[in-house]
């Protein structure tokens, strides 16, 4: 039997314009987080992740992929199949704003709610929604995060390696500031 | 044969047991599961930290294990009624055991018991034929993941094209 085989925490997915990105395209720094829009250390983490973006705006982008954990948050599949309808309308990190700012309010009732603030259809996108139109998209981002040595939510990986430190503003910017090249 | 960290290692045959897996004493064991890989989590206790929950994390990733038709079966020395619980709380839908009684006994030897009176975080993949192909002990607070897991299913696979069964 060959050498056993290490448990390895780095992105094995690489970055490529199918991703969700926000920030400049050409950052030297990529910040790849897998989230749940139902996860309560998800939503802790969003103001921060958003003050990183705006204090590095030259430096760095952030990648956002699906890691919803459905036997924990029994909305967070939904949400991010909706994410995916605004995405699919260009409208991604809007509605991506409106979950993390709304996590109280994720029941369909709100939801819909949400989608018709952001200002989308939504009659139109629970239509696509309920037959999972982009469910396979959430599933590619949640495969690809456990390959990838994704433990929980929210994981990072700040380049390839997979953040391991806690997520407050100072930490990140250091861990940020630390990969820049 | 177990390695410098005491875990069970690669090429054992997996030391046969049953455990308790539900509160009306049915006993689980992976013997019980030949023919299909068989993935052993131990891990501390239940009840440590929300979101970051490997066992939580494992159910989630339950369609993966599956594409291999792997069994999952995890291991901590709490009662049956912790575990049951525990699963609920977290929507657990794969068997706990409980090595409560004699405590510890499946994690002892398997080389995963700690001197505090837990499993360690170990990780033991069991091929179809029930030699163990995989191991790894994590630090208690470090969730492993499945990536591991999922690596050491890919290459049972590869394996088993070359090794009729």
């Not at chain 1, 802790?44 to 992929?65: C, K, S």
């Not at chain 2, 989590?41 to 159910?59: H, R, T």
């Not at chain 2, 369609?63 to 792997?70: G, I, K, L, S």
């Not at chain 2, 080389?111 to 790894?136: E, K, M």
Request: proline share 9%; hydrophobic share 35%; glycine share 8%.
């Amino acid at each position: 039997m060959s050498t056993p085989l290490q448990v390895t925490a780095r992105l094995r997915v690489p970055v490529t314009e199918t991703d969700h990105i926000r920030g400049p395209l050409d950052a030297p720094v990529t910040i790849v987080q897998y989230g749940d829009f139902q996860c309560p250390y998800c939503g802790a983490a969003h103001p921060n992740l958003t003050e990183v973006l705006r204090q590095r705006q030259d430096t760095v982008r952030l990648v956002y992929r699906h890691f919803p954990i459905t036997n924990l948050h029994p909305y967070a599949e939904r949400a991010a199949e909706v994410a995916e309808a605004a995405g699919r309308r260009d409208r991604f990190w809007e509605m991506h704003d409106w979950l993390y700012e709304h996590q109280d309010q994720l029941d369909p009732v709100h939801l819909s709610l949400g989608v018709a603030q952001v200002g989308l259809p939504p009659d139109e996108i629970d239509a696509e929604v309920d037959r999972h139109a982009y469910g396979d998209r959430v599933r590619h981002d949640f495969t690809g995060g456990i390959r990838s040595g994704v433990n929980g939510t929210p994981t990072l990986f700040i380049g390839d390696h997979r953040h391991e430190g806690p997520l407050d503003l100072p930490t990140l910017l250091t861990a940020v500031d630390t990969t820049t090249p | 044969m177990t390695g410098p960290d005491g875990l069970i290692r690669p090429g054992t045959p997996a030391p046969e047991f049953t455990l308790p897996a539900t509160p009306d004493g049915r006993r689980t064991g992976p013997g019980q599961f030949r023919g299909r890989p068989v993935v052993l989590a131990f891990y501390p206790a239940d009840w440590s930290p929300v979101c970051g929950d490997q066992m939580a994390l494992y159910q989630a990733a339950m369609p993966e294990f599956e594409r291999y038709d792997a069994v999952v079966l995890g291991v901590s020395v709490d009662s049956l009624w912790s575990h049951r619980a525990f699963a609920e709380a977290r929507g657990v839908r794969f068997p706990l055991l409980s090595d409560f009684e004699p405590k510890g006994e499946v994690a002892r030897v398997y080389g995963a018991y700690t001197p505090q009176g837990q499993a360690g975080r170990a990780l033991v993949v069991l091929d179809p034929a029930g030699t163990v192909t995989w191991s790894y002990l994590s630090p208690a607070e470090v969730n492993p993941g499945a990536d591991g897991i999922l690596d050491a299913l890919d290459q049972l696979g590869t394996e088993r094209q070359v090794v009729a069964r």
